[in-house]
């Protein structure tokens, strides 16, 4: 069963900058899809950005240019940078895998299956 722990969430100021970190239970998981999702309160759940196994990736508009997603399959961890944060990228992140490509993961979106708790992410104005 994929099970994950999300961390590295906390609270910043716009601008500010945060490091995402989802460590997987196990290797059997490295040749799927690995993304992130978030979803703020009130809003719907929204795919951020995914990377397959050969370290493709493909971001959602709100993520290109700010947000960098990488995956190191020797430690089982996916990682999400995010810089130039706005108030607006309030949401709690989780992480996910899927056994397609990573524009599938983005078009999955809000269905995705997520497993783990979660990190908040606070920006404040």
């Known amino acids: 069963q994929f099970q994950v722990t999300e961390s590295g969430g906390g609270s910043v100021q716009s601008g500010g900058s945060l490091r995402l970190a989802c460590v997987l239970s196990d290797s059997s998981w490295n040749s799927y899809s690995l993304g992130w999702v978030r979803q703020g309160a009130g809003k719907e759940r929204e795919g951020i950005a995914a990377?397959?196994?050969?370290?493709?990736?493909v971001y959602a508009k709100i993520a290109e240019g700010r947000f960098t997603i990488s995956r190191d399959n020797a430690k089982n961890t996916l990682y999400l940078q995010m810089t130039s944060l706005k108030p607006e990228d309030t949401a709690m992140y989780y992480c996910?895998?899927?056994?397609?490509?990573?524009?599938?993961?983005?078009?999955?979106?809000?269905?995705?299956?997520?497993r783990g708790q979660g990190t908040l992410v606070t920006v404040s104005s």
């Open positions: 990377i397959d196994s050969d370290g493709t990736t």
């Open positions: 996910a895998a899927v056994p397609a490509p990573p524009s599938v993961f983005l078009r999955l979106g809000a269905s995705v299956t997520t």
